[in-house]
């Protein structure tokens, strides 16, 4: 059974940083991964994807250049660094493993098929 389990997410000042963990069980980060994030109110989007060699990484225009994803096959855990954090990335943040070795859409959510159960990241101005 595959589980992906985030945690580091918390309440922190505009301009503060946090990083996100999602460790995976019965299944490695030998796929391609990704984070989202969901608002209230809003829909589920797109924040960062890496490639299954992690060799590509994929950002979301709304944080390139602050936010930036890694993975550790060894330990089997993707990260989600965010710096210069904005009231606006307030939302709960979940990582996603790809169905296939290759996403066409990382923006897609059809394109994952496991998703964490979340955590919080709550950014006050």
């Known amino acids: 059974q595959v589980q992906l389990v985030e945690s580091g997410g918390g309440l922190v000042q505009a301009g503060g940083s946090l990083r996100l963990s999602c460790v995976a069980s019965g299944r490695t980060f030998s796929r391609c991964a990704s984070w989202f994030r969901q608002a209230p109110g809003k829909e589920r989007e797109f924040v960062a994807g890496?490639?299954?060699?992690?060799?590509?990484?994929y950002y979301a225009d709304s944080v390139k250049g602050r936010f930036t994803i890694s993975k550790d096959n060894a330990k089997n855990t993707l990260y989600l660094q965010m710096n210069s954090l904005k009231p606006e990335d307030t939302a709960v943040y979940y990582c996603a493993t790809s169905k296939g070795l290759r996403v066409r859409d990382w923006t897609s959510i059809a394109e994952y098929d496991y998703w964490g159960q979340g955590t919080q990241v709550t950014v006050s101005s």
């Open positions: 890496i490639s299954w060699s992690g060799a590509s990484t």
